[in-house]
C-alpha cells in the first residue's frame, strides 16, 4: 500500500513542477541561476522587485495573453 501511495505522491509533485512551469512560477529562481551563470556584477533583485518588474514589463507589452 505504502508502495502505491509514493507513487501517487511522486506523481502528483512531478505534475506540480510541470504546472508550476507553465504557469511561471519557477520564474524567480530561473532568473536567479541565470544572474549567477551570466557573472553580473551587481547584485540580483529581490523576489518582491523582480516580481514587479516582470508584471510591469507584462502589462507595457501584453504578448499572447488570455486577459
Known amino acids: 500500500m505504502s508502495t ?15 504546472l508550476g512551469g507553465v504557469l511561471g512560477a519557477d520564474a524567480y529562481t530561473k532568473y536567479l541561476e541565470h544572474h549567477q551563470a551570466s557573472g553580473h556584477n551587481t547584485p540580483p533583485l529581490g523576489e518582491r522587485e523582480f516580481w514587479r518588474d516582470r508584471t510591469d514589463r507584462q502589462d507595457s507589452n501584453p504578448q499572447g495573453r488570455c486577459c
Open 4 to 18: 502505491g501511495l509514493a507513487a501517487v505522491t511522486r506523481g502528483f509533485r512531478g505534475f506540480a513542477r510541470y
